[in-house]
Antibody, heavy 121, light 108 residues
Framework: QVQLVESGGGVVQPGGSLRLSCVASGFPFQSFGMHWVRQTPGKGLEWLALIWDDGNNKYYTDSVRGRLTVSRDNSKKTVFLQMNSLRVDDTAVYYC??????????????WGQGTLVIVSS | EIVLTQSPATLSLSPGERATLSCRASQSVSNNLAWYQQRPGQAPRLLIYDTSNRASGTPARFSGSGSGTDFTLTITSLAPEDFAVYYCQQSSDGPSYIFGQGTRLDIK
C-alpha cells in the first residue's frame, strides 16, 4: 500500500525559505517518479514539480521555476521540495504524489496527507 | 495552455441516484485525462486514468468516457461515501499537468 508522509510546512515570512520532505513506504520508491502538487481554495490544484525515479530529470511549472527545487534521496525513500523567495500566494497545502503512467501519459496515484505552508508577515 | 472546465460546479443528488459530471478541454487532449476524488480533509485519490481505465481500488460504479475535448465521469448508483469533490486532470508533453476547478457532489 502506497504511503506518503509530508512534513516541513509551517508559517514563514515573505521572502523566506522552507524545505518540505515526503517519506515513502509500501512501494519500490527508487522505481517511481514523484510529483509535488499544491492546493489552495482560490486556485485549486496546481502541479509544481516532477522528479524522475533516478533524480536525473526534473521539471517545473513556469510559475515556480527558479524558486522551487525538487530533489530526492532514494536511500532514504524521501523526496524534497526546497522553496525559496516565498510569496504570500505560495500559501497552500503541499502534497507529494507518486507518478503513475498509463498507456501514453502519466498521472498522480498515491498522495500524501499534505503539509500546510502559510506565508505571512 | 489548456484549460479544463468542469460542470456543474455543484451537483446535488440522493444516494442511489446516477451522477454525471462533465469536463471540457479548451483544446484536444486525446484520451489523456484522469479523474480524482477528494473527500473532506483528505488528499485527492486517482479514480480513472486514460479517460476510461479504473485505477486500482476504484469501484465498478465509476466509469469514464469521452475523447478529444469532452469527457464524462459517471457514477451509476451513488453510495454515501461518493459525496465529495471530483477533479479532472490532463497530462501532456512538457510535461504539463492541468486540473479542472472541481465539481462538488452534495447530498440532496
Amino acid at each position: 500500500q502506497v504511503q506518503l508522509v509530508e512534513s516541513g510546512g509551517g508559517v514563514v515570512q515573505p521572502g523566506g525559505s522552507l524545505r518540505l520532505s515526503c517519506v515513502a513506504s509500501g512501494f519500490p520508491f527508487q522505481s517511481f517518479g514523484m510529483h509535488w502538487v499544491r492546493q489552495t481554495p482560490g486556485k485549486g490544484l496546481e502541479w509544481l514539480a516532477l522528479i524522475w525515479d533516478d533524480g536525473n530529470n526534473k521539471y517545473y511549472t513556469d510559475s515556480v521555476r527558479g524558486r522551487l527545487t525538487v530533489s530526492r534521496d532514494n536511500s532514504k525513500k524521501t523526496v524534497f521540495l526546497q522553496m525559496n523567495s516565498l510569496r504570500v500566494d505560495d500559501t497552500a497545502v503541499y502534497y507529494c504524489a507518486r507518478r503513475y503512467c498509463g498507456r501514453s501519459k502519466c498521472y498522480f496515484d498515491g498522495w500524501g496527507q499534505g503539509t500546510l505552508v502559510i506565508v505571512s508577515s | 495552455e489548456i484549460v479544463l472546465t468542469q460542470s456543474p460546479a455543484t451537483l446535488s443528488l440522493s444516494p442511489g441516484e446516477r451522477a454525471t459530471l462533465s469536463c471540457r478541454a479548451s483544446q484536444s487532449v486525446s484520451n489523456n485525462l484522469a479523474w480524482y476524488q477528494q473527500r473532506p480533509g483528505q488528499a485527492p485519490r486517482l479514480l480513472i486514468y486514460d479517460t476510461s481505465n479504473r485505477a486500482s481500488g476504484t469501484p465498478a460504479r465509476f466509469s469514464g468516457s469521452g475523447s478529444g475535448t469532452d469527457f464524462t465521469l459517471t457514477i451509476t448508483s451513488l453510495a454515501p461515501e461518493d459525496f465529495a469533490v471530483y477533479y479532472c486532470q490532463q497530462s501532456s508533453d512538457g510535461p504539463s499537468y492541468i486540473f479542472g476547478q472541481g465539481t462538488r457532489l452534495d447530498i440532496k
